[in-house]
C-alpha cells in the first residue's frame, strides 16, 4: 500500500526538491502538457485560492524561501508529526459550518453565477445548495476564527497563507480574499486527505492506507503528492505546496507551530450547502461566531 508514497517522495526529491532547503534562485519551469496538464487543471481549487493566473506571481524572495523548505519538510513522512487530536465530522456532530479561504480578485459577482475571466468560480457560489465546481479544501470555521482572529489585521492575508499552506502572494487587496463558507450536513460530504480518508477519526494519519481505501481515493492521494510535493517557482499552476497528508495544514510561519488546522477535502461535483463568502476581514474580525452565516450549524 505505501508504495505510491515511496515513488512520489522519489520523484519530487529527484526533481531537485531537496534543494529548497537552503535559500536560492528561483528557476521557470516548462510548460506542461498531456497528463500534467490535466493533473493541474484537477487541482483548480489549490491553484484558484492562491490568487493569480497561471503565468506568474508577486511574491518576495524570502518568503519563496521559507515556503519551499516548508514543501520540502512536509514531503517526508515523519512519526512524530502524527497527532491524535484531529477535528473530526460525525453523523452526531453535523451539521458543521466549515470555511475555505480563497482569492477572489478580479471576480465579478454582481449577477448570478457572474465572474470575471481567471476569477474562481467559487467565490460566485450564492447561498444555498451548490454543486462544487472543483474540490473544496476546507476547515472548520470555528478553528479558522480561532487562529485569524489573533492575526494583526496588517499581515492577516500572509498570516492566512501561511496558515493553510498557500502560497505567498503579495500587492493584493486585503478585500480580494474570502472565506466560502458552507454548512456540512454529512460526512460523506468530504474526506480528510490522508492514507485514512475516513473524516470521524481522531488520526493519527497513518504512512500507508488503511484496509477499504477506495481505488478512486488513493489514485487521488498519488496526484496531490505529485503535484504538491515540487519546488514552487512561483506560478501555482506549476505545483508545489507544503501538504502534510497528516490530516491538518502545515503552517510555514517560522514564528509558529506547523501544526495548522484540521483539513477536509469536498470534492468536485458534491452537492453542500453555501452560506455566503464573506471578506477574510469580517469573517475573522467581526465577532460573529461562524454558525451565525449558517442558521443551524456548528
Partial sequence: MGGWL???VSVVLLAGLEGCATPGPVQKAPAASGPIAKLMARHHSKLSAAGVSPSGATEAPDLVALYNKAIYISAVFRADR???????????????????????????????????QGCDSKCCLGAGTRTMPSDVWVSFGDEDVSFCGKFPREDLILRMQQLVGLPPQLGQPVDSWKFLIVKVTSP?????????????????CPAD???????????WMADQALFAWQLYTGAPSTGGYPWT????????????????????????GTQV??????SATDFCYSGKPPGSYCPGGN
Fill in 6 to 8: 515511496t515513488f512520489a
Fill in 82 to 116: 502524527q497527532v491524535s487530536n484531529l477535528r473530526q465530522v460525525t453523523a452526531r456532530n453535523v451539521p458543521v459550518v466549515m470555511g475555505s479561504f480563497l482569492s477572489c480578485q478580479g471576480c465579478n459577482c454582481r449577477s448570478p453565477g457572474g465572474s470575471a
Fill in 188 to 204: 460523506d460530504q468530504l474526506f480528510r486527505p490522508c492514507a485514512n480518508p475516513d473524516p470521524s477519526t481522531p488520526g493519527p
Fill in 209 to 219: 492506507f488503511v484496509a477499504g481505501v477506495s481505488l478512486e481515493r488513493q489514485a
Fill in 245 to 268: 497528508r497528516l490530516g491538518y495544514t502545515y503552517n510555514w510561519n517560522p514564528d509558529a507551530s506547523y501544526v495548522g488546522t484540521s483539513e477536509f477535502v469536498i470534492p468536485d
Fill in 273 to 278: 450547502q453555501v452560506c455566503g463568502v464573506v
